[in-house]
């Protein structure tokens, strides 16, 4: 089984309509990530979490919010999906001691397309 | 802002070939990381570079890190076939555990 985890890998859904994606991980690690990849674009991050009670928006937050609900547990969520939310998503974590050498770990992403 | 910078985007090349792709950033940091992805995959992680000088090597792949003039190289020797795929690299500003990622380069490799 994969250490980090994403449900749904693959969703198809409308304008307008409320999205949640869910990451899980078994690592043990402090830290997890949202990223969105497009074609030609690399990764951007959208929210990290450095703890349960730590959120912090990324590069392109707009349109998108999170919960840590555990530490094994980061979901992200689109309220109103459009169209240019269609995008590759991926979850990753990081170790969070001083000794972390800030290595991301990924799963294995949700392809979300919005009509 | 950081900028991460990957040269070429595209390479096609031919097996047995030898060939560098390059990563560029435009803010001081001592930490890089190169990653491989498999159309449709997740990223895999290939190298952490984590001081200026840093060299790692996994078969026929070898990555540098070159912290004063913000760049470092992924040395492809003598490719086979199943390295085609498209390499990213990304750079942690300040330790702060946040990778910034280059546009990533699509490698091919023919027979």
């Known amino acids: 089984d994969a250490d980090v985890t994403q449900t749904p890998r693959n969703r198809i859904t409308k304008t307008g309509k409320r999205i949640m994606l869910e990451c899980s991980q078994t690592k043990g690690h402090d830290r997890m990530y949202w990223y969105r990849q497009d074609p030609g674009l690399g990764l951007q991050l959208i929210y990290y979490?450095?703890?349960?009670?730590?959120?912090n928006k990324g590069e392109i937050s707009d349109g998108y919010s999170v919960s840590r609900q555990a530490q094994a547990k980061f979901s992200l969520s689109l309220e109103s999906a459009i169209p240019n939310q269609t995008a590759l998503y991926f979850c990753?974590?990081?170790?969070?001691?001083?000794?972390?050498?800030?290595?991301?770990?990924f799963g294995e992403g949700s392809r979300l397309t919005v009509l | 802002e950081l900028k991460v910078e990957q040269n070429p985007l595209f390479l096609s090349m031919q097996e047995g070939k030898n060939y560098t792709i390059y990563c560029n950033y435009s803010?001081?940091?001592?930490?890089l990381y190169w990653y491989r992805q498999d159309p449709g995959k997740s990223l895999e992680s290939l190298f952490v570079?984590?001081?200026?000088?840093a060299v790692k090597q996994e078969g026929r792949l070898m990555a540098s890190l070159d912290t004063k003039a913000r760049l470092s190289t992924l040395h492809i020797t003598a490719a086979v076939h199943d390295l085609s795929a498209t390499y990213f690299c990304?750079?942690?500003?300040?330790?702060?555990?946040?990778?910034?990622f280059g546009q990533g380069t699509r490698l091919t490799i023919n027979p």
């Open positions: 990753a974590t990081s170790e969070g001691d001083s000794a972390n050498t800030g290595e991301l770990f």
């Open positions: 990304a750079v942690d500003i300040l330790r702060a555990q946040k990778l910034v």
């Open positions: 803010t001081t940091s001592d930490r």
């Open positions: 570079l984590l001081s200026n000088g």
């Open positions: 979490s450095f703890d349960v009670k730590d959120i």
